[in-house]
Nanobody
Framework: QVQLVESGGGLVQAGGSLRLSCEATGRTFSSLSMGWFRQAPGKEREFVARVIRSGGITAYGDSVTGRFTISRDNAKNTVYLQMTSLKPEDTAVYYC????????????????WGQGTQVTVSS
């Protein structure tokens, strides 16, 4: 079983930055593909970013490309999401997710989820 704990959310003004962290326990971190997803009120869960097990390849949702960066530190069992140039439409609960095996953008393929952290961007 894998436990994921997110941190780093909060309130920020438009144009600002935040860094989210997600620490994983319960399994060898380097065996897990990691992803970030978000869900705004009344909307479906949306793919934000993902990173393969080694950290060498990343992918991003269209709405965050060029502004967000996903990275991981396998020595610290942690994945990060650096968010810059934040917009009010980035306001959502952000979830860290993990899966064994290959990396995908489909939330339904992820096996483990964190509790979520709220990000609010004011205009």
């Amino acid at each position: 079983q894998v436990q994921l704990v997110e941190s780093g959310g909060g309130l920020v003004q438009a144009g600002g930055s935040l860094r989210l962290s997600c620490e994983a326990t319960g399994r060898t971190f380097s065996s897990l593909s990691m992803g970030w997803f978000r869900q705004a009120p009344g909307k479906e869960r949306e793919f934000v970013a993902r990173v393969i097990r080694s950290g060498g390849i990343t992918a991003y949702g269209d709405s965050v490309t060029g502004r967000f960066t996903i990275s991981r530190d396998n020595a610290k069992n942690t994945v990060y999401l650096q968010m810059t140039s934040l917009k009010p439409e980035d306001t959502a609960v952000y979830y860290c997710a993990a899966k064994l095996g290959l990396s995908y953008s489909d939330a339904k393929l992820y096996d483990y989820w964190g509790q979520g952290t709220q990000v609010t961007v004011s205009s």
